[in-house]
């Protein structure tokens, strides 16, 4: 009987002794997690706070849709100095082309395409190609870029002024001159209309021309000076014809 007595105390005892140890373990287990989470986040402030200190104080990951991350943090690439336009897009100064060159300027390590400033000068604006002259609609340069809104512009530039489009060059191998103020480009002269020169009046259709490789082309018309037989004029010297490169 004492036996079976000493038996049920000893039992008794072990089941005290055990239940408290689990939940001693318990009760270590969540402050442990804590402490974790306590240090990561205390981790994470301080590599916050240190690359701040470098000159990286912005989220990279809120560079979003045409800003992109520039220079990240050594310490976090969850951290760059700055925001930078989608368009610092090249890694290599070399890599423009279609008269466009490498911007001076590096945002994150990366550069834009700018129009070469040389090939397209910066200098008067659109508006100063005024009277006879306009600017050269073909031969431009253009430049993108997206403001803080957001919003995409486009600026050309182009190499210069040229003549109106109301203006052409008065063909002299077909003994035409032009009329009126000329407007010098590109070597050439050029005029708001054309006329024959002095003399070169006459169509000879009747007799035929006496000298025919001799003549102005005016109008898809051939004149001439002389013809075979005496032949009215067909049109008056002073007549001119539309601005067309004859």
Do not use: W
Request: hydrophobic residues 20%.
């Amino acid at each position: 009987m004492k036996t079976k007595y000493y038996l049920f105390l000893l039992l008794a005892c072990q089941v005290l002794a055990v239940s408290p140890t689990y939940a001693k373990v318990q009760f270590i287990i969540k402050e442990t997690e804590d402490a974790n989470s306590t240090k990561g986040k205390n981790i994470a402030d301080d590599l916050a706070s240190a690359c701040a200190q470098k000159g990286f104080p912005i989220k990279a990951s809120s560079c979003t849709g045409f800003k992109q991350a520039g220079l990240l943090c050594p310490l976090s690439a969850d951290y760059t100095d700055k925001c930078c336009n989608v368009e610092y897009a090249y890694t290599l100064p070399g890599s423009c082309n279609d008269g466009t060159s490498s911007s001076s300027d590096t945002c994150g390590g990366r550069y834009r395409c700018i129009c070469n400033p040389i090939a397209y000068p910066k200098g008067p604006g659109r508006e100063s190609c005024t009277g006879k002259f306009s600017y050269d609609e073909v031969n431009y340069c253009t430049e993108t870029y997206y403001d803080d809104s957001g919003t995409l512009h486009q600026t050309r530039y182009f190499k210069g002024c040229m003549c109106s489009s109301s203006y052409a060059r008065c063909n002299t191998s077909h003994h035409l001159h032009g009329v009126g103020e000329g407007c010098a480009y590109n070597g050439n002269t050029y005029y708001t209309s054309c006329a024959c020169d002095s003399g070169y009046n006459k169509r000879c259709i009747s007799s035929g021309a006496k000298y025919p490789h001799d003549y102005c082309l005016f109008n898809g018309n051939r004149y001439y000076t002389v013809c075979n037989s005496e032949e009215a004029n067909d049109k008056s010297d002073s007549d001119t014809m539309n601005s067309t490169d004859q």
